[in-house]
């Protein structure tokens, strides 16, 4: 194929670090691309009062794909007091800049596959009959809607009058919330549109025909939230058995499957769900495959082919100071896996991957998430792996 030009947009903390040894990995296995920096994040909401310039928007507007570190955030006052003092008196809010691009691009669906490696000390375990200990296999796809819901981003504390008026129309409301003084009251709304309720469900359904799932569940809450998640599920309901009888379509509850999530969690396939919901399941499941520096993320715009691939972790500005990085780089590489996928380049992430899992069966290289030690600067001392190190595993076995 030809060469590739790629957004490369380190953002915070340690997003940095992972990005630039991802990097050297995409090098070593033979993919050929040029990367150009794009500036999001905090130095840039402090410092220009814009988490997201327009020159990382028009970056990625031309080169369509992206490869994102990490971003840190803050409340609404601390955001406010750390920027400029020249800025302050702008009336600028502080807005995630990732939520930022997934609206601005239309990066409805989100991709979060959470797969166990053979080998990794972090992998779930329990206790099975005859107190054996039990290593299920997780193999799941979370599919989960990026740009409406409960991050839509239509709220209001003191809401206006006129929306104010409205609410007031709803009798419970009116019921449950009118004898509030209007300026105590603040609403977030969770907004869900048939045309993107739908766009989720099918990107679902064929993962799930695409790579031999037998099952699709809407993990939502119908039985309560009966107008936004029982759209869903009644969508849901109508698609399978329109163009997908062989897909069984199961109904779980966020709160229920939170709990089954350690019963048996080698039982599901690809989870659907809105945008919050979406993110507590994935992180949940995250967690049974060794946490977040297993945890990686596709997010994308189907008719456009933009797409920005992500680790789910934070920043955590406590490491990126360390001396020698200590952080586990695997989800930023397996998100560039997923980037690979995207633009049909399959062998080259396929090598990546296998050379991830050899270095996690073998278990002679271990950063200090996976060697179970406390997150110090000092465990590359007593034996943990560096992010340098780690790669330079991966690389050797590619």
Known sequence: MSRRTIVAMPGDGIGKTVLDETIRVLDAAGFEADYVEGDIGWEFWCNEGNPLPQRTLDLIEKHKIGLFGAITSKPKDEAFNELKPEL???????????????????????????????????NFIRRGQGDVIEEPEVDVAIFRQNTEGLYGGVEWSDPPEHVYDALMTHPKFSKNFGWSPKEDISVSTRIFSKKFTERILRAAFEHAKKYGY???TVCEKPNVIRETSGMMY???????KADYP???LWNTNIDAQMMWLTKNPENYGVIVAGNMFGDIVSDGFAGLIGGLGFACSAQYNPETG?????PTHGSAPKYADYPVSIVNPIAMMESACMM????????????????????????????YDMAKMPGRADVVDNGAASTEEMTDAIITKL
Do not use: W
């Not at 691009?105 to 080998?119: A, E, S, V």
């Not at 933009?306 to 992500?310: A, D, K, M, S, T």
């Not at 633009?343 to 002679?364: C, F, L, M, P, T």
């Open 214 to 216: 037998k099952s699709v």
């Open 88 to 122: 302050q008196e702008k009336g600028l809010v502080y807005s995630s800049p990732i939520v930022g691009l997934r609206q601005h691009f239309g990066l409805d669906i989100c991709l979060r596959p959470c797969r166990t490696y053979k080998g990794n000390p972090l």
């Open 340 to 367: 690979l996928d995207f633009i049909d380049e399959q062998e080259i992430a396929k090598k990546i991957r296998k050379a991830i899992a050899e270095v996690v069966e073998e278990g002679k290289v271990r950063t």
């Open 234 to 240: 009644k969508m849901a309901q109508q698609i399978q």
């Open 306 to 310: 933009i797409g920005v691939f992500e």
């Open 246 to 248: 062989n897909i069984e």
